[in-house]
């Protein structure tokens, strides 16, 4: 019993697909350029002394770091659930 989506139902498919993956490039680019201003605002206010910039910052790194994995992870974990179907 093979079980995969039928993408040839939906109209225009492959237009999808890359507007999909345009998508996950704007959100990894994203959550990097901010991993990387978070990143620096972090270290500049932990070195000036302002405590709730810093902690504010920390948190920006936090939510990048984690927004750009799920996003890495998504496509993977969405291949890995199809592999399984497929081999049902």
Do not use: K
């Not at 996950?24 to 350029?33: G, K, N, R």
């Amino acid at each position: 019993m093979d079980i995969f989506p039928d993408f040839g139902a939906v109209g225009a498919a492959t237009e999808l697909r890359s507007i999909i993956g345009a998508l996950m490039t704007y959100v990894l680019i994203f959550a990097v350029l901010m991993l990387i201003i978070s990143a620096v605002t972090w270290a500049l206010a932990s070195s000036n002394g302002h405590v709730q910039t810093a902690g504010r910052a920390r948190i920006g790194v936090l939510v990048a770091a984690g927004s750009a994995a799920l996003a890495g992870c998504g496509i993977a974990w969405a291949n890995f659930l199809l592999s399984v179907g497929s081999g049902m």
